[in-house]
């Protein structure tokens, strides 16, 4: 499987296709998020990209940049993929954001480790076991992955308590923020981050 998934890695773009392939899951003045669903050895054809972060929900939720440039989507595997497309909008402003001192990666590195940064994204990745609390920490604006269904609570730097149940696959967009999480379920909790540099 690794081979059909490294075939598909290099290969990504929106064209026509049935209407449950593809799902807009955010869309703003700096990024569009698309859920992209291909069935067994099904391509879409080949358009031009921004630079682009692909999560992968089948398997492990590997990520990769793609550097701006036409491209072409297939499946070549014998089983479903799904992917999130995360589209870095060209000529977008940088997206407001206080100085960030409270790094999650320096705070609490056994649980926030970087997949991969560049001059434009830092890409993080977040496991957190069964009751495990992070530390206050903080993000720049960010595009939010989840990889496994979780229920965490989120203590924003405000005061409020923001309950956050998801689905496995799920995408969310995020303002900057300070907050802490903690695992309240009873399974691992995993998601990806996208954060946009400020």
């Known amino acids: 499987m690794r081979r059909a998934v490294a075939a598909f890695l290099i290969a990504f773009a929106p064209c026509a296709a049935r209407a449950e392939t593809q799902t807009v899951e955010v ?10 669903v291909l069935e ?9 990209f921004p630079d682009t972060i692909v999560v992968y929900l089948t398997d492990t939720g590997e990520t990769k940049y793609f550097p701006a440039g036409t491209c072409a989507i297939d499946n070549p595997s014998n089983r479903p993929l799904e992917t999130i497309l995360i589209e870095l909008k060209p000529g977008a402003p940088r997206p407001p954001s206080p100085p960030i001192t409270r790094d999650p990666v320096k705070l609490d590195p056994k649980y926030h480790t970087v997949d991969f940064e560049n001059d434009r994204v830092r890409v993080l990745r977040t496991v957190l076991e069964p009751h495990i609390k992070s530390p206050p920490h903080q993000h720049p604006a960010y595009v939010v992955v989840y990889l496994t269904d979780l229920h965490t609570t989120m203590a924003i730097s405000d005061g409020r308590v923001v309950d956050n149940v998801r689905r496995k696959g799920e995408v969310a967009w995020r303002d900057a923020m300070q907050h802490s999480t903690e695992n309240v379920g009873s399974q691992r909790a995993s998601e990806i981050q996208i954060e946009l540099k400020p």
Do not use: Y
Not at 27 to 36: E, F, H, S
């Open 27 to 36: 869309d703003n003045q700096w990024v569009r998020a698309t859920r992209i």
């Open 40 to 48: 067994p050895h099904e391509g879409l054809g080949t358009g031009d």
